[in-house]
């Protein structure tokens, strides 16, 4: 599952034509994204702190700043753009947990075989890749 950073699509604008100072959304949320901030961003001056995905994309889609988010939460909305490509070492892991004792019960198979059809048509969007055009 990769991830880039984003930023609303205005501010994104401003910012790399220079009418706007490039912030930094701070990261609580998890270990990943957290480190992920403070390598891309290690002057550490946030004025505004999330602790979780959903609080990032708010902030995000109010030009608070820029911060990372996964591809299939940052890609889906339209208020939002890309401020930096995904790159290889930010990518985590999707997995789906079950209780070993459940496997071999059939709506558990009849599930996870389900999500694995879903997520494999989803599979671009996951892997950050953008249509081009």
Not at 17 to 39: F, L, P
Not at 58 to 64: D, E, I, T
Not at 84 to 105: A, F, S, T
Request: charged residues 25%; contains cysteine; neutral net charge.
């Amino acid at each position: 599952m990769a991830s880039a950073v984003y930023g609303a699509r205005d501010y994104c604008a401003a910012v790399k034509s220079g009418q706007a100072v490039e912030k930094w959304i701070g990261v609580d949320c998890c270990d990943y994204h957290g480190i992920w901030t403070k390598q891309a961003w290690p002057q550490a001056e946030h004025t505004f702190y999330v602790d979780e995905a959903s609080l990032t994309l708010a902030a995000l889609k109010q030009g608070l700043g820029v911060g990372f988010l996964p591809c299939f939460l940052g890609d889906s909305d339209p208020k939002l753009a890309r401020f930096r490509q995904p790159e290889k070492q930010h990518e985590l892991g999707l997995w789906l947990l079950y209780h070993r004792d459940l496997r071999n019960i059939k709506r558990v198979m009849l599930f996870r075989e389900h999500m694995q059809r879903e997520i494999q048509q989803a599979a671009a969007l996951f892997e950050g890749v953008l249509p081009v055009g």
